[in-house]
């Protein structure tokens, strides 16, 4: 987060692109969108690479990204696509959110709201990757309700599922920009 007052937009121009390492850089994005990153943005890398160590192949599957932000849900669903999956893309005013994650194989939920997806929402077996972050007065939540826990095949937890694994892709790229 910038101060306020700052231009986000000067600012993300001002990095040179070869040392962007959250991957934010228009020029990083349109490599991206054109299938030869340098830099990716570092949670949606982890969440792949989560994908990865539990040999959940993206390929052939239907996935449901809900967020459409530049930071997660837009690169998100662009490695998704690369990975061969048929991806839809979902937001807070998705109307009958239920009905489009219900057909999901994978569902990265990254809108920022605690518990918008509820265990009879997932497809039994899913892979759910929980990427929003709320802090309440009971502590940190997720976008996904503790008891998709019953349903679904994977599950992060939140905290401590994505948020690490969002370091080690910033560290990964860091290293790649040296």
């Known amino acids: ?61 239907e996935a449901v990204v809900i967020g459409r932000s530049e930071i997660v849900g ?42 918008i997806v509820t265990a009879d929402m997932v497809k039994p077996g899913a892979a759910c990757l929980d990427v929003g972050l709320t802090r309440t007065d009971e502590g940190i939540r997720g976008d996904i309700d503790a008891a998709v826990e019953e349903v679904a095949g994977f599950l992060t937890p939140m905290p401590g599922g994505t948020g690490p694994m969002t370091i080690a892709m910033l560290l990964q790229s860091a290293l790649k920009a040296a």
């Open 74 to 115: 837009r690169p998100m669903a662009m490695l998704l696509m690369h990975a061969n999956a048929t991806v839809t893309v979902c937001h807070s005013r998705t109307a009958d959110l239920a009905s489009h994650v219900r057909r999901a194989d994978i569902v990265v939920a990254a809108v920022g709201r605690p518990g």
């Open 1 to 61: 987060p910038l101060p306020s007052g700052m231009n986000e937009t000067k600012v993300t121009y001002a990095v040179a692109p070869a040392k962007d390492v959250d991957g934010f850089h228009p020029l990083n994005a349109g490599n991206l969108y054109l299938g030869t990153p340098i830099h990716v943005p570092a949670t949606p890398s982890g969440c792949m690479e989560l994908l990865r160590a539990y040999g959940i192949d993206p390929s052939g599957t």
